[in-house]
């Protein structure tokens, strides 16, 4: 997925603020869902949602506004209850922005542990 970085992405220093970071990889990783064909929002309807766990981001260099990001994103674990997805964030002349996992487990409409459906996995390998 291609990101660019706006003025309202930054800070003082004129580099993305860390916490923004989070946004991008929520947008990745719904992108990475619908290339599958899986929605969020079709989940959602069918009582199946994903609760993050875990959040991991290691900082390598900054972005910067004007930047455009590459967030590579895959899946590097799953079990029937949890998805680790992977993330790599380069800017456009390929220098590594950062890494990160998020850890998410799978829930029902009442924010319950469910196992993760059949077809969800099936799209996910």
Do not use: W
């Amino acid at each position: 997925m291609k990101r660019r970085i706006y003025y309202y992405d930054t800070d003082t220093s004129g580099a993305v603020y860390h916490a923004n970071y989070l946004k991008y990889l929520e947008e990745a990783r719904s992108e990475y869902l619908e290339a599958r064909g899986l929605t969020v929002k079709g989940l959602l309807a069918e009582g199946v949602g994903f609760a993050v766990r875990r959040q991991e981001m290691e900082y390598k260099f900054p972005a910067f506004y004007g930047d455009t990001l590459e967030i590579e994103t895959s899946v590097r674990e799953h079990t029937p209850y949890r998805i680790v997805f992977a993330y790599t964030l380069s800017n456009q002349d390929g220098r590594l922005i950062g890494k990160a996992e998020t850890d998410l487990v799978c829930v029902g409409r009442d924010l319950k542990l469910i196992e993760i459906p059949g077809k969800v996995k099936e799209k996910l390998a």
